[in-house]
């Protein structure tokens, strides 16, 4: 296979046929998945990514992104930053070097700033009117609730593997909250010579398993793609099930660098897929 991406949600249909595109035309994986997240974080129809994002408990709209280069396992990531149009261009450009390479809260917008990224105020009219509307019910809202992590995983025709996300995080999140997303190894994590995964779901249970790195570590003893994403996802579950009583949603994307992919889930969840050999498409598991 020549080339590959992978991404969650059926809200990345788009952005999966922009990125698969980019690849076609020989483009870096890396930033053909930056300009496929990037259409979905300006869709304001789409309420848990960039613009039109929902917004925290106190009604401010808060992102957070990351991405990771699977040759240099270089990685860059943004957590709750405010008034700007991309979290993951920020995430890209954090990439080089041995240092600062994650920043969060008022640093990442200073330098956001600093370095020219485009501002954009995300709180919409819409998300603003759904905010009014929900507030109330704060303490009932679960991880889904308008909250999709938008991951984009790729391969392209050097065989290079790079893996990004992006999001606004918990509806009606407590401000300061972080989940997984910009988490490398949590939220996604990236190596060319095995392959790369990303996570969606409620963040915090995601943490508890390093789910992710969970999937890549699975693969490097020799499973494939699929088998890593159900293995890392049922270990994780049947876990927190055992401690806790119940596990919280999440779902794994993950693509091997031979440009196949499987999906690991506890819950319904649709996802996208395009490569030099299948146009793309949505494609879903449900799940009583």
């Not at 080089?96 to 954009?120: I, P, Q, S, T």
């Not at 031979?258 to 897929?273: L, R």
Request: a negative charge.
């Amino acid at each position: 296979m020549k080339y590959a991406v992978l991404a969650t949600w059926k809200m990345a249909l788009e952005g999966t046929r922009k990125a698969a595109a980019l690849l076609k035309e020989g483009e870096h994986s890396g930033r053909a998945i930056v300009e496929g997240i990037t259409m979905v974080e300006d869709e304001p129809s789409f309420h848990s990514v960039g613009f039109g994002g929902r917004p925290n408990a106190e009604g401010r709209v808060f992102l957070d992104g990351g991405y990771m280069d699977g040759d240099t396992l270089h990685f860059g990531a943004v957590g709750s930053i405010e008034n700007f149009r991309s979290a993951v261009r920020i995430a890209y450009s954090l990439q080089e070097g041995d240092a600062n390479n994650f920043l969060v809260g008022e640093g990442a917008e200073r330098y956001a700033e600093e370095h020219g990224f485009e501002k954009r105020d995300n709180v919409t009219e819409e998300a603003m009117e759904l905010y009014m509307k929900e507030k109330d019910r704060l303490q009932e809202l679960s991880a889904y609730d308008g909250h999709d992590t938008v991951c984009f995983l790729a391969l392209d025709q050097n065989g290079t593997l790079c893996a990004a996300t992006s999001t606004s995080g918990l509806f009606m999140k407590q401000p300061g909250r972080v989940g997984d997303t910009p988490l490398p190894g949590v939220g996604y994590y990236a190596d060319s010579k095995v392959g790369a995964a990303a996570a969606t779901g409620m963040g915090e249970e995601i943490m508890k398993g390093a789910l992710s790195y969970a999937a890549i570590r699975m693969m490097k003893d020799g499973m494939s793609a699929q088998e890593a994403a159900e293995t890392a996802v049922f270990e994780l579950d049947r876990e927190l099930k055992e401690r806790n009583g119940h596990a919280n949603p999440m779902s794994l994307i993950v693509l091997a660098k031979d440009g196949s992919c499987g999906i690991g889930t506890n819950v319904s969840f649709t996802w996208c897929y395009a490569s030099d050999t299948e146009e793309a498409a949505v494609h879903e598991i449900t799940l009583p």
